[in-house]
């Protein structure tokens, strides 16, 4: 069975930068995606980005791109989400989650707390 521990998150002045990580466990995960989601307050849940596990191959929403990058470590069976340029709006809880490449995400982090504010 698959699990995930996300640690990271906080508190941060808009402008700064956080790193989140995301610990795999229970399987080998050759053939999955790994993606990071977050659902800002009375929002609904929305697609932040995603890396391959096996090619590395990124891919990521508009909101994202060009502050944040995506990367794993297979040796360490961990992804991270490296976020630079923070806005206020980027305050959500951010989850990661796994999915067969082509598949629905069927697992899920415990998701952490991010706030972008002075």
């Known amino acids: 069975q698959v699990q995930l521990v996300q640690s990271g998150g906080g508190l941060v002045q808009p402008g700064g930068s956080l790193r989140l990580s995301c610990a795999a466990s229970?399987?080998?995960?050759?053939?999955?995606?790994m993606g990071w989601f977050r659902q800002g307050p009375g929002k609904e849940r929305e697609f932040v980005g995603s890396?391959?596990?096996?090619?590395?191959?990124?891919g990521y929403a508009a909101s994202a791109k060009g502050r944040f990058t995506i990367s794993r470590d297979t040796t360490k069976n961990t992804v991270y989400l490296e976020m630079n340029s923070l806005k206020p709006e980027d305050t959500a809880v951010y989850y990661c989650?796994?999915?067969?490449?082509?598949?629905?995400?069927?697992?899920w982090g415990q998701g952490t707390q991010v706030t972008v504010s002075s």
């Open positions: 890396v391959g596990w096996s090619d590395a191959r990124t």
């Open positions: 229970g399987r080998t995960f050759s053939g999955y995606v």
């Open positions: 989650a796994a999915a067969l490449r082509g598949q629905a995400y069927t697992a």
